[in-house]
């Protein structure tokens, strides 16, 4: 039998040969690669996607995350303020509380003073 007889006919389809010459494995070879770098480039999609969706949900969080940072340094802010406003206002009044029992005294030391000294007996009566 010539050897032509038992080579196969799937790839070439002349049955001369092993075919890996051929114009047909060739448009196989192709067809095969176009379809794995078709299904690897979907792959990458979906995977660049999926990153995406991940990298979207990271921001949301992030973001979360320094609204309540801001919020909690705005509260520590207002309680600040507050203290502060409170603290101020103390101050002013026992300077206001201060000032008008030194304003009293010094308003009865003048007339002791034009007098001659401290008030008299007779006239602290009166």
Sequence with gaps: MPRAAFLSTSHSGTGMGSGWGSAMFSKDVYQTIGVVVGVAGSIASAAGYVVHLLNQREITRIED??????ARIEGQRRLSEDRLKAEKEGHVREFDIQYSEEYKSYR????????GGPPKEEEQKE
Excluded: L, Q
């Design 65 to 70: 995350e320094g609204a309540e940072v801001i």
């Design 108 to 115: 009865t030391a003048i007339p002791n003073k034009k007098r």
